[in-house]
């Protein structure tokens, strides 16, 4: 089916109006003309009559069409749950959007500047706002009640995506582990509804843009959002990281199905010295301090030759990161390289619960240049013997929603593991909960709707979970191990 589509405006005739049109041999009329045309399958071509008649029929009764609208059933043909419409600017992307999805293209509206953004998303539910803004990757609770202006911008980027899926999600209903707690709210419609998200990724670097596409395409195929969602964008690098299931490219008006998979995310987990916590303190949700009897670990995205994408173990001999500096003239991993356990970890499926930890071989170091994007910290349980704790996880904000905090939150257990240690973390953060629910390294061991108020007098600075709804995991190895 043929789309096309005219758009116009005046000219307005003034004296440097005339002198463009003289210098460059510009045709003047009275209005200007831009045209667009694309081939699209039937059942899309569909939807675009329908998505046009809603608006029509949304005017006529006098309501917004600024709200995301359901999209129709034209599409039994094929199924799909992420579409793409790319192309250079001015080729018409966002004419062509509006063509085929009508109100389902997300309009930005103004945020307030005296509210906290979970304060933004009208009477959603509280677990419904957070599990939706941890689903598109912005998971940062310091972050979450501060006011839209006060954000960076990717985290504006996140808030804008999250505010349009909630736009077209019905009622929420809940992930329940054993014993019915409520854990990371998973929303769900019957038939999925359609947003359409203009100029994405636009406003953020290419880093956090790769990210940001893994995230909300990880929360769309998993189920955690019940939505169908198409992207508009002039950045052809999103492609590979969104991996969605057709392609709409305005530049050579083409329609194509693709279904490959997004390169895999390859990490170095060493360990570093406290002064890397400087670089993630402040995104921690408790508190800043580290205790200096902390072990720490880092984990480092490899983005440079070391690691081509192969999945394959990586084999760059050298100093690596040793360099490394934290801002302040220092170095954040240690002068000497332990001579084990360190871990690498690669994993093509971003759906996978668990990633492939694989361990690297005493004389290897990370291949630089190499990201700082994760912070995990470790204390001896106190009263016990021969085990440790998860004190800090803390992911940057512009790299989460891929799983790399969680990754690195099994690489230590497992390190400490190889050493003769069990490992426990209580965790309050829900994408942590869930994600220790599902995966079989963990086994849940208390629930504490209350938290514990326990204060020990002969650790200074300990703070326990009093006020805070808990829950503690134990380490489980896997069945090789």
Same mark, same amino acid.
């Given at each position: ?7 116009? &405006?005046?000219?307005? =005739? ?10 460059? =041999? ?14 699209? #399958? ?8 329908? !998505?046009?008649?809603?608006?029509? @029929? !949304?005017?006529? @009764? ?9 999209? /129709?059933?034209?599409?039994? *043909? ?23 999805? *009508?109100?389902?293209?997300?309009? #930005? ?50 808030? =804008? ?19 019915? @707690? ?44 019940? &939505? ?15 991996? +969605? ?18 390169? /895999? ?26 205790? /200096?009897? !902390?072990? &720490? ?32 003239? *220092? ?18 499926? +971003? ?10 071989? #005493? ?5 630089? +240049? ?47 593991? !190889? ?63």
């Amino acid at each position: 089916m043929r789309i096309e589509v005219t758009v116009s &405006c005046p000219v307005f =005739d003034s004296f440097r109006v005339q002198q463009v049109a003289g210098m460059f =041999d510009v045709p003047l009329a009275q209005r200007a003309l831009s045209r667009f045309a694309v081939d699209v #399958p039937q059942w899309l071509g569909a939807e675009c009559q329908e !998505a046009e008649d809603r608006g029509q @029929q !949304a005017e006529s @009764q006098g309501e917004s069409t600024g709200t995301a609208a359901a999209s /129709p059933g034209g599409s039994a *043909g094929r199924s799909w749950r992420i579409g793409l419409i790319v192309g250079p600017s001015g080729s018409g992307k966002t004419t062509i959007a509006r063509r085929l999805f *009508g109100p389902a293209l997300y309009r #930005p509206q103004p945020w307030p500047a005296d509210r906290a953004v979970v304060d933004c998303f009208g009477n959603r539910s509280i677990k419904e706002i957070t599990g939706t803004l941890t689903a598109v990757g912005f998971g940062s609770p310091p972050s979450w009640i501060k006011p839209y202006h006060a954000l960076s911008n990717g985290e504006q980027f996140r808030c =804008d995506l999250a505010r349009a899926l909630l736009r077209v999600t019905g009622e929420g209903c809940q992930v329940t582990g054993e014993g019915g @707690q409520a854990l990371l709210p998973v929303i769900r419609h019957r038939p999925p509804q359609t947003v359409a998200f203009d100029e994405f990724t636009s406003v953020v670097d290419r880093n956090v843009a790769r990210v940001a596409s893994a995230a909300i395409a990880k929360a769309i195929r998993s189920g955690r959002l019940g &939505c169908r969602f198409v992207a508009v964008t002039c950045h052809y690098d999103v492609t590979e990281w969104l991996t +969605p299931d057709w392609v709409l490219d305005m530049a050579s008006a083409t329609f194509q199905w693709r279904c490959l998979p997004r390169p /895999p995310i390859q990490l170095a987990i060493v360990r570093c010295r406290s002064r890397a916590w400087r670089l993630f303190a402040h995104h921690h949700y408790l508190s800043g301090q580290l205790n /200096p009897s !902390a072990q &720490c670990f880092l984990a480092l995205w490899i983005t440079g030759d070391g690691c081509r994408g192969t999945g394959e173990r990586c084999r760059v001999k050298g100093d690596g990161c040793q360099g490394m500096e934290d801002g302040a003239g *220092g170095t954040l991993l240690p002068d000497t390289s332990p001579p084990l356990p360190e871990t690498f970890f690669s994993s093509r499926d +971003p759906f996978s619960p668990s990633p492939v930890i694989r361990p690297l071989s #005493p004389n290897l170091r990370p291949p630089s +240049p190499a990201i700082p994007v994760a912070f995990c910290a470790t204390l001896p349980l106190i009263g016990a013997r021969r085990r440790r704790r998860i004190s800090r996880l803390v992911t940057l904000p512009d790299y989460q929603g891929v799983g790399i905090g969680t990754a690195l939150l099994e690489a230590v257990a497992e390190i400490h593991r !190889a050493e003769g240690y069990r490992v426990n973390i209580t965790a309050g953060h829900p994408a942590v909960i869930a994600h220790c629910r599902r995966s079989p390294r963990w086994r849940a061991v208390a629930v504490r709707k209350t938290g514990s108020g326990r204060q020990d007098r002969f650790v200074p600075g300990y703070r326990g979970s009093q006020g805070r709804a808990v829950v503690s995991f134990e380490y489980v190895p896997p069945p090789e191990a």
